[in-house]
């Protein structure tokens, strides 16, 4: 097994607290993509330097700091332009990636399924036709690494032309996973099945809820993007109506716009859901930014007004106290615990109120004749009572509007 790459980590910061929290996350970004971390270096300005990032004198201890610790790499916390990136990388005579380029490594590393490697690729695609131009010695010389893995890995030296192909070639599969994903959303509409999508911020613990929710056996690890490709699965709420979960891929502070333009089928489960279950890590000393992250990539997704339940996961972390001042701020919020499966039923009740109500109660007498409609009604919906008179069986139920319909029309009158 071949050594993991040794990083230095570079970000701008505008205070001097001396905790930057971004740092932080970009340590992990780091480590899930196998980065070994030999060093950090902030610069503290108003704003990135526009040709190289950072200043000539930080750029100089920079170097000096990447001599030190036999550096193979440098991780920018920062979405850098094409020209920010062969400038940096010309000044250090090293690989330079910045946070979407790790985010896609990590990606790549993730995804599973032929859906998943596909969007990765499309995403990777995108990311690397600006920075094409220049590139070509720097990644020779490289030979691939953290930042050139994945199902793109084998075309980085190609031309624009080739690439601009591949670009065309897979957006096209993904207009047909996309229809095949719509086929599917309008065979569970038509079967009268909400859906509710689970969202939230990378590691929040959404995978973990939805296994103590259904028994899913969903992929579960305390890494950042853990999960990629969605997973659908049945659950019953308290009042016996059905709702299917969706698990679906955790966003990040500045998610790349790459990303969400590849994982656009993937990420209509959320677009097209009854209801969002917006699962928040109570435990994270940033849950608040991480919440602000979730809406400004639901308001891009177009999914910003849609109906929403704070699942208010890790309570068990927290002391009561504080664990209620946070539901306080979230608002519409459930406290719970995913992993010692705390909350749930009180989860499940707040989605039962939550999701629309497309069944109606409708008051039937079925004549005697007619007795196969009552067996229709048992199974299209939910009997609440059923009466047997002279003239037939007074049945009180809920139904689907279109069943509904379709029963009054069979039996001819309504039940006294």
């Known amino acids: 097994m071949a050594d993991p790459e040794r990083a230095v980590l570079v970000g701008v910061q505008r205070s001097k607290d001396g905790y930057d929290p971004h740092l932080e996350e970009l340590t992990r970004l780091a480590e899930t993509a196998g980065a070994a971390l030999t060093g950090k270096l902030v610069q503290h300005r108003a704003a990135p330097h526009p040709a190289t990032f950072l200043g000539s004198g930080k750029i100089e201890e920079l170097r000096q700091l990447c001599y030190e610790t036999s550096a193979d790499l440098v991780i920018v916390d920062h979405d850098l332009t094409p020209a920010q990136q062969r400038n940096l990388e010309r000044e250090l005579d090293l690989k330079v990636i910045d946070r979407p380029g790790i985010v896609l490594d990590i990606f790549a590393r993730r995804a599973r399924t032929h859906e998943g490697r596909l969007q990765v690729e499309l995403a990777q695609m995108i990311y690397l036709l600006p920075r094409l131009t220049g590139r070509g010695v720097m990644l020779s010389r490289l030979g691939g690494g953290i930042g050139t893995r994945g199902p793109g890995e084998t075309k980085l030296e190609v031309d624009r032309r080739r690439i601009r192909k591949r670009i065309t070639d897979l957006r096209r599969e993904m207009l047909e996973i996309g229809r095949t994903r719509s086929l599917q959303r309008q065979a569970r509409r038509e079967a009268q099945l909400p859906v509710a999508a689970l969202v939230g911020y990378t590691n929040a613990g959404k995978s973990t809820l939805l296994n103590a929710l259904t028994g899913a056996g969903v992929f579960v690890e305390d890494k950042l993007f853990a999960t990629l490709d969605p997973t659908v699965r049945k659950v019953t709420l308290p009042n016996g109506r059905p709702v299917l979960l969706v698990d679906t891929v955790g966003f990040i502070r500045n998610l790349p716009t790459q990303l969400v333009a590849a994982f656009r089928a993937t990420l209509e489960e959320v677009t097209e859901a009854d209801l969002l279950v917006h699962v928040i890590d109570a435990g994270h000393p940033d849950w608040q930014e991480q919440v602000e992250s979730v809406h400004e990539a639901l308001d891009e997704l177009d999914a910003g007004d849609k109906p929403v339940i704070h699942a208010v996961n890790k309570t068990d972390l927290l002391p009561q106290i504080e664990a209620r001042r946070i539901l306080h701020q979230v608002g519409e919020g459930v406290a719970i615990s995913a992993l010692r499966r705390v909350g749930l039923l009180n989860l499940l009740r707040r989605i039962s109120q939550r999701l629309p109500q497309p069944y109606v109660k409708v ?45 009054k029309a069979l039996v001819g009158r309504s039940g006294r």
């Not at 008179?389 to 007074?394: F, K, T």
């Open 363 to 407: 008051r039937l007498l079925v004549p005697y004749a007619h007795a196969r409609a009552l067996s229709q009604i048992f199974s299209q919906g939910r009997v609440l009572s059923q009466d047997y008179g002279a003239d037939g069986i007074s049945v009180v139920a809920e139904l689907p509007r279109v069943q509904a319909r379709q029963l």
